[in-house]
């Protein structure tokens, strides 16, 4: 293995077939950037005898500490295979050097952003799993991620120490653990695939074809069947061929790794393989070439100033290229969230390091200096005039939890907005709102998430002494029954009326708007089908959606069920914006509403234009729906989260007794096949679980794992009106945060007589 300099890097960069863009991807703890060390040990980076305990990816002090990849690290190594094992790589090559950029990523589920980042840079996903604890809750979260990234994963099995030491398991027990995990990753590989046919081909992993390997990070070794089958196929061949030829040898060690997995026997007296089950039909798929990923650029902090990091999709990027740098925003033929700017300096990423280079060819991963005061979060840059941004990064969780912020010294809040401003860039998930009250609000994923953002923005983006409040939650606003009554606005003018009802969705359809599968950009009659099938709307209603909301995305319907009014079109987009002014602040508290339908039952115009605008009719709609939200039994909704808890049988009483503490339930328990190990799945509020990590442990002896990932929304039980309930206390505090009056607005103020 050779020490390589970065001239050879950037000459073996010219030759794209030869680049491998990989990212690490894990459940928490599974070994992710042991492993990785290994990787970077064998390219000569860091000492062997280091390796596994460096966790030279992990390159914050927090991370050092606390022992968690909390950012994506890249690494590039470089590694030349020998003769017989390049005729094993089918498409095309160009030499026997390889290039291969590695991105460790982290597994737990608050930082699931970065995980979704990192793989937009890359091609393929190396998808770690720990042989004893088997496939968990965050390893299939990340591995759906990377499948709808479009990334083709291999399968590492890692900790197999463990397997032989701790568990002390038969070798026919070890082939049925690792073959119950590779069933488990295909079945998560076939849900959320696509078939066959589509552009990735083939993706399940099997090790007769060489996308398993079985090893230990910690210890430093690996193999997969390809290697054990060459040492059988040196020995089976007849002494007068033993020159076989790369292509011939090929050949035979793929015959030879089809004997080696499944149901196969060899029979030693005899010295052949027999099949007393039948053997897979070895039937082999052609490898499509993964799709090209658009360009996308990820800024990660070191040593105070931001590199841009992100993959060269066209082209070649060099020092001083003049760019055109395309924010979230931009539209082509506009001026907004557009720069022009040169490039300072390309430099490549080297976990702990950089290096510079003259310039990079497409298809590698680098890093960009003197571009980060025009980038948040995600871009494109480009030097073509008419180019378009490349897709936004969905991200499978969202923030539900929020901290606000001050500065302990007013003096300093100038640093802290600017500090709130670094922080929005270096992280995609983080959102940093500012409250009418002019309050600073953080929101995140999870108490973790949280807890590293703030230490972020007090010692590397703000460097300030901070205040932070406890942990809020959001909540959203909905309504249980049919308005009692139709409701009426009349305009200040007194000379335009509204009458509007509203009703809860049925179940599922709000989950359906967010997931996508109904939305606003959809064909009319597709969409009013689809509603007309699956929630037995009715067709003519489900064609006149005026709007979702808020934000024109959002789980609210406007619809039109009017018959006949005069000018009707002419005040929609007015009605529309108080409709959306309306579902982000509800009538409760203020908080977004959710799964709620207004229906449009009649309007009355007055015939002359003046007396129609704009400020007639948004205040009057967005009185008319809080007058519907509060004759339809209005209700509080609250986050919750799932929780995948991974314990020994013997503590799994006290798990409940946490859980029921903190309103928690069960709904499913599994004993883990052939370990000791208990998974407790339950729904925990996200209000109660701050805390709840370390009240389980010391329930537990700290023998029970938690992971939460947020899972739905679910109604607060009781009437916001009683003031003995629950969400009556809930909407007192947060009116009481937000600076509003106290109790919630009376209807009359919404509703006008005849």
Request: proline share 5%.
């Amino acid at each position: 293995m050779v020490n390589f300099t970065v001239d050879q890097i950037r000459a073996i960069m010219d030759k794209k077939s030869n680049i491998r863009n990989m990212s690490v991807i894990a459940h928490v703890d599974h070994g992710k950037s042991t492993l990785t060390d290994s990787l970077v040990s064998k390219a000569g980076i860091i000492a062997s005898s280091r390796a596994g305990e460096t966790r030279f990816t992990d390159t914050r002090k927090d991370e050092q500490e606390r022992c968690i990849t909390i950012k994506s690290t890249a690494i590039s190594l470089y590694y030349e295979l020998g003769e017989n094992d390049l005729a094993f790589i089918k498409h095309s090559k160009d030499g026997n050097g390889f290039l291969i950029n590695l991105i460790d990523s982290p597994g737990h589920v608050d930082f699931s952003s970065e995980v979704t980042a990192a793989l937009r840079v890359t091609d393929g996903a190396l998808v770690v799993v720990d042989c004893v604890s088997g496939v968990c809750v965050q390893t299939e979260t990340v591995l759906r991620q990377a499948i709808a990234e479009r990334i083709k994963p291999v399968l590492m099995m890692n900790k197999m120490d463990r397997a032989l030491l701790e568990l002390q398991l038969e070798p026919d027990e070890l082939f049925q653990t690792f073959q119950r995990i590779v069933e488990n990753v295909n079945v998560i590989i076939s849900t959320y695939g696509e078939d066959e046919g589509g552009p990735m081909g083939n993706i399940m992993v099997d090790p007769v074809i060489g996308t398993v390997g079985f090893g230990s990070g910690l210890h430093g070794w690996a193999f997969t069947l390809k290697q054990f089958a060459e040492m059988y196929v040196a020995k089976f061949t007849a002494k007068g061929d033993a020159q076989l030829g790369p292509g011939e040898r090929c050949k035979k060690v793929e015959d030879m790794m089809k004997k080696l997995w499944g149901d196969r026997y060899f029979d030693p007296s005899a010295g052949k393989f027999s099949k007393t089950a039948t053997g897979p039909d070895g039937q082999k798929f052609p490898r499509t070439f993964c799709q090209l990923v658009p360009f996308f650029h990820f800024l990660s902090l070191d040593k105070g100033r931001f590199y841009a990091f992100g993959r060269v999709f066209s082209g070649c990027v060099s020092t001083g290229l003049k760019v055109r740098i395309m924010g979230p925003n931009f539209t082509p033929g506009k001026k907004e969230d557009l720069y022009i700017k040169p490039i300072q300096r390309t430099i490549l990423m080297m976990g702990r390091y950089v290096e510079p280079i003259e310039d990079v060819p497409c298809g590698n991963i680098v890093g960009l200096v003197g571009v980060d005061q025009f980038l948040v979060k995600t871009g494109t840059i480009t030097t073509y005039e008419q180019s378009h941004n490349m897709r936004v990064m969905k991200f499978s969780v969202s923030p539900v939890v929020r901290v606000a912020v001050e500065a302990k010294n007013p003096a300093d809040l100038p640093k802290l907005v600017e500090g709130l401003k670094r922080l929005a860039k270096s992280d995609p998930m983080v959102q940093c709102i500012i409250e009418e009250s002019g309050e600073h609000i953080i929101a995140g994923a999870g108490e973790l998430h949280l807890e590293i953002c703030l230490k972020d923005l007090e010692e590397d983006h703000a460097c300030i002494p901070l205040k932070k409040s406890d942990p809020v939650v959001s909540y959203r606003e909905t309504v249980t029954e049919e308005s009692d009554q139709m409701c009426l606005s009349k305009s200040p003018n007194k000379h335009n009326r509204l009458f509007m009802k509203s009703r809860p969705f049925p179940d599922g359809l709000a989950e359906d708007i967010e997931k996508g599968e109904v939305t606003s950009r959809q064909e009319l009659k597709a969409r009013a089908r689809y509603l007309a099938d699956k929630y037995e709307w009715e067709v003519t209603e489900a064609r006149k959606i005026w709007c979702f909301g808020p934000d024109g995305t959002g789980p609210n319907l406007l619809i039109d069920m009017t018959k006949g009014v005069q000018y009707l079109n002419e005040i929609k987009d007015s009605v529309v914006a108080g409709f959306q002014w309306a579902t982000k602040e509800g009538a409760l508290c203020e908080e977004n509403m959710r799964a709620i339908r207004f229906d449009i039952h009649d309007v009355t115009l007055h015939a002359d234009a003046i007396h129609r605008g704009g400020g007639q009719i948004i205040p009057t709609a967005r009185r008319v729906l809080y007058a519907c939200q509060l004759t339809a039994q209005p209700r509080l909704m609250e986050p919750v989260y799932l929780v995948e808890i991974q314990c020994p049988e013997q503590v799994v009483g006290g798990i409940y007794g946490v859980l029921n503490r903190k309103r928690g339930h069960v709904f499913e328990e599994s004993q883990v096949m052939g370990t000791p190990m208990f998974v407790v799945k339950a729904y925990l509020p996200v209000n109660e679980s701050f805390g709840f990590t370390a009240d389980l442990r010391s329930n537990t002896g700290g023998q029970a794992f938690p992971q939460c990932v947020f899972d739905h929304w679910q109604i607060l039980q009781g009437d916001p009106s009683d003031p003995a309930s629950r969400p009556f206390q809930v909407i007192a505090e947060i009116r009481k945060r937000k600076g509003l009056k106290e109790g919630i607005t009376a209807l009359d103020n919404y509703l006008d007589k005849l």
